[in-house]
């Protein structure tokens, strides 16, 4: 059973560009969690997603800042007209869902994004 | 979700058990105790949790308090492949419950 895939991972982009983050979760898996982690830093949650739906965005930050979890696919984690402070390593974890003994969740290997 | 303190790092010796203290004494009575690891840059590992019962898998076991104010992860038999941070996290088992990582604790295994 694969475990949690993303990619790339490493990503070089310049300032102004756009970012584009991709999350596959663990077969059966249907629930996708984005971590983001800054240099010398602890991991801070970012945003929570199910199937088509954002359900808590708390970690977000207002601007630049989206994700998307479509019915088919990988969820995608967006950054627009990046800046040097969104140089960071971007984990991304799922869990099945439902609640009960089967909500842990598990990591990705990460994207380390670097701008430039 | 409680708050947990763990110290900021920790040696111990190839092949000995190493035992990771974690407080948590505001924990609440639905709150399970989640240990995670973070070995370098890569993405955090799953070890193991548990709400009041001592429990163990094949990676570490997990020993609670009764008062559930504390507990201490043990990894019986460290070896070099164990050098990472370990973070004590405290949660309500439920689906969409952000982790919310501290500091953790830096451990070396020595040879």
């Known amino acids: 059973n694969a475990g949690v895939m993303q990619n790339p991972r490493h990503l070089v982009r310049r300032r102004g560009q756009e970012a584009r983050l991709r999350c596959s979760p663990m077969?059966?898996?249907?629930?996708v969690y984005w971590y983001r982690q800054l240099p010398e830093e602890g991991l801070k949650f970012m945003v929570y997603?199910?199937?088509?739906?954002?359900?808590?965005e708390s970690g977000m930050p207002k601007e630049r800042f989206s994700a998307e979890f479509p019915k088919e696919g990988p969820s995608i984690l967006r950054i627009q007209q990046v800046v040097r402070g969104d140089s960071a390593a971007y984990f991304c974890?799922?869990?099945?869902?439902?609640?009960?003994?089967?909500?842990?969740?598990?990591f990705g290997p990460g994207t380390r994004l670097t701008v430039l | 979700d409680a708050k947990t303190t763990q110290p900021t790092s920790m040696d111990c010796a190839e092949g000995r058990a190493a035992n990771l203290p974690c407080n948590h004494s505001?924990?609440?009575?639905?709150?399970?105790v989640y240990w995670y690891r973070q070995i370098h840059s890569q993405g955090p590992q799953y070890i193991i949790h548990?709400?009041?019962n001592n429990e163990t898998n094949e990676m570490a076991s997990l020993i609670i308090t009764e008062d559930r104010k504390s507990s201490t992860l043990i990894l019986p038999h460290a070896t070099l492949r164990d050098t990472a941070v370990y973070y004590c996290?405290?949660?309500?088992?439920?689906?969409?419950?952000?982790?919310?990582f501290g500091g953790g604790t830096r451990v070396l295994v020595k040879p």
């Open positions: 974890a799922s869990s099945p869902g439902g609640g009960g003994s089967t909500d842990t969740q598990y």
């Open positions: 077969k059966g898996h249907s629930h």
């Open positions: 997603l199910q199937k088509e739906n954002i359900i808590d």
């Open positions: 505001t924990i609440s009575g639905n709150e399970y």
């Open positions: 548990g709400l009041k």
């Open positions: 996290i405290v949660r309500v088992r439920a689906a969409g419950n952000k982790l919310t």
